[in-house]
């Protein structure tokens, strides 16, 4: 039997919650009669923002001589844990959503996940947070946080069976130039796939965008719904943040005192910035794939993906954007931006507990 015939992989779904209360309204496809033959001013307006549906499942790590295995199941059996994205502090959750799409801050300040919209960068952690829970939400709206974009990396890579992300599903949008402004493509090319993963092979681009050199084509995609996990922007992720001591992981960050923080694994600074393919992963760190600051993999060996790390205190990027080729994938990790920081290709993703 494929994975794709078993849960949680199989129930993965888009899905219309209400924007406000987060009531989930009904599953989506691109038929929807209400809103196929709507555009960007339509969905914009209305109270819907789109999200994947992830079934709550356990987990066992088991690692051995250096050899890491990870079962998953939506049952409970000896020695499986429940996955911390469904944990929280008033109770578990029998899911999680996560956004569709790249998140875009409307002119109420809400921050959105829907179709045919550039996502919006150039803003701090702290206003993308703010954006999340922004026009008397229901308290369950959040920036996407570490525990959820680990979640899913952990279903895609027992889904696929290889850290290479770009190699077994899509390129995705990193092939263009950097250019000087925010030149990520519009949400929603992968409406047409609904819940299954591929990529669309996108020729026209948008927003000031051009191909480098030789390119003439660009590749949004989608994992079992969930548009572009990497590339087009990098995102914020709540919920990690680094500092001089080590990795420290919650919910959502404590900027002003990082130790207060759920979970801590202490790590010994770098001295410089520093960059490079990653080939290690955190082994204390059994619910996801963190690298460790050790850079002698390649882009089509070990993680497959970038680390990038400064001194000190720093929040948490994924993904990667638009113009950073094979750096970009699934594992690719930036942690040198200060937490005040902002810039034109980081944005961020919303998601619902």
């Known amino acids: 039997m494929l994975v794709s015939q078993l849960s949680p992989w199989k129930n993965m779904k888009r899905v219309i919650l209400n924007k406000y209360t987060g009531v ?18 339509e969905w914009i307006n209305s109270d819907y923002d789109v999200f994947v549906e992830i079934p709550k499942y356990y987990y066992r790590t ?11 199941s939506t049952n ?12 929280r502090p008033d109770g578990i959750r029998d899911y999680a959503y996560a956004a569709a799409f790249e998140g875009y801050i409307d002119s109420s300040g809400l921050l959105r996940s829907i179709p045919y919209v550039q996502p919006t960068t150039n803003k701090t952690i702290a206003e993308f947070r703010a954006a999340a829970k922004a026009g008397g939400r229901a308290e369950g709206f959040r920036l996407q946080n570490m525990y959820l974009r680990q979640a899913v990396a952990l279903l895609f890579f027992t889904e696929f069976g290889n850290l290479n992300s770009q190699a077994v599903l899509s390129q995705g949008i990193t092939n263009l130039n950097s250019g000087t402004a925010n030149h990520s493509q519009n949400t929603g090319k992968t409406l047409s796939l609904n819940n299954d993963s591929g990529q669309i092979i996108q020729a026209t681009l948008e927003n000031g965008a051009t191909f480098q050199t030789g390119e003439t084509a ?29 990795l420290y992981f919650d919910i959502e960050n404590d900027e002003t005192t990082p130790s ?34 050790s850079f002698n993999g390649s882009s089509s060996s070990y993680l497959s993906d970038y680390l990038w790390i400064h001194t000190g ?14 750096s970009a994938g699934l594992s690719a990790l930036v942690l040198s931006n200060v937490p005040s920081a ?12």
């Open 313 to 326: 205190t720093r929040a948490a990027l994924v993904g990667a954007s638009w113009y950073v080729g094979l």
């Open 62 to 72: 088991d690692i051995s001589s250096g050899q890491r295995t990870t079962y998953i």
């Open 260 to 293: 207060n923080m759920k979970e801590f694994y202490s790590m010994a600074d770098v001295t410089n910035y520093v960059y490079g393919y990653a080939d290690k992963v955190d082994e204390r760190v059994v619910w996801g794939m963190i690298p460790k600051y």
């Open 342 to 353: 902002s810039y034109r290709s980081i944005g961020a993703r919303l998601a619902k507990f």
């Open 218 to 246: 660009t590749y949004p995609f989608s994992y079992r719904g969930i548009e572009n996990l990497w590339g087009n922007i990098s995102e914020f992720v709540d919920g990690c943040m680094k500092t001089s001591d080590g």
């Open 76 to 87: 409970v059996f000896p020695g499986f844990i429940l996955h911390p994205a469904f944990e």
């Open 24 to 41: 989930k309204i009904r599953d989506f496809l691109s038929t929807d009669p209400e809103t196929q033959s709507w555009g960007a001013t």
